[in-house]
T-cell receptor
Framework: DQQVKQNSPSLSVQEGRISILNCDYT??????FLWYKKYPAEGPTFLIS?????DKNEDGRFTVFLNKSAKHLSLHIVPSQPGDSAVYFC??????????FGAGTILRVKS | DAGVTQSPTHLIKTRGQQVTLRCSPK?????VSWYQQALGQGPQFIFQ???????QRGNFPDRFSGHQFPNYSSELNVNALLLGDSALYLC??????????????FGEGSRLTVL
């Protein structure tokens, strides 16, 4: 039972354009949603988060949008850079310290 | 400032064997979590340790056990290895106290292959 789903295994965008990564969830009890980025041979690194009581959070080139009624969140990267090429994981905080992760989306930014 | 360090980075075991993976948390962090990442999937929560006790556990069998030491470092032990235990095992740490929003610091992981 996948509570967090990333339906796009990969995404390819041109440098300078917008990258939009999507995530759907089923559990209404999640209180925080996060995006992590992972390069090969490295552990995931935290990128940005959003509380379930917000609908938008911005940090530089990265913006996360949350649509609670649709149980959907998205990560926008503007402008996309070649160094953004990585695997992006959507995650949600369940009770306590447990994070539930999606399967990830491979982003390729072409120069 | 050292981040989360894990050892070994790679190891190969055979079915039925036992394995121990080690983790040192980021300096100043006292809570350690372990995650299993199978190929093509996202990390799955195994358990979390704080003050040398298991505080929360995911949906993993008792073959998976852990320990936290007074210096906050941690071990993950897996007994009676199965082929399906082949995965990247990630250790993550955070500082307890204050508002926790889900941000964790991950190590590079230990890649376990079970033959």
């Amino acid at each position: 039972d996948q509570q967090v789903k990333q339906n796009s295994p990969s995404l390819s965008v041109q440098e300078g354009r917008i990258s939009i990564l999507n995530c759907d969830y089923t559990n209404s009890m999640f209180d925080y949603f996060l995006w992590y980025k992972k390069y090969p041979a490295e552990g995931p690194t935290f990128l940005i988060s959003i509380s379930s009581i917000k609908d938008k959070n911005e940090d530089g080139r990265f913006t996360v949008f949350l649509n609670k009624s649709a149980k959907h969140l998205s990560l926008h990267i503007v402008p996309s850079q070649p160094g953004d090429s990585a695997v992006y994981f959507c995650a949600a905080r369940e009770y306590g310290n447990k994070l539930v992760f999606g399967a990830g989306t491979i982003l390729r930014v072409k120069s | 400032d050292a981040g989360v360090t894990q050892s070994p980075t790679h190891l190969i075991k055979t079915r039925g064997q036992q394995v121990t993976l080690r983790c040192s948390p980021k300096s100043g962090h006292d809570t350690v979590s372990w995650y299993q990442q199978a190929l093509g999937q996202g990390p799955q929560f195994i358990f979390q340790y704080y003050e040398e006790e298991e505080r929360q556990r995911g949906n993993f069998p008792d073959r998976f056990s852990g320990h936290q030491f007074p210096n906050y470092s941690s071990e993950l032990n897996v007994n009676a290895l199965l082929l399906g235990d082949s995965a990247l095992y990630l250790c993550a740490s955070r500082e307890t106290g204050g508002a926790y929003t889900g941000e964790l610091f991950f190590g590079e992981g230990s890649r376990l292959t079970v033959l």
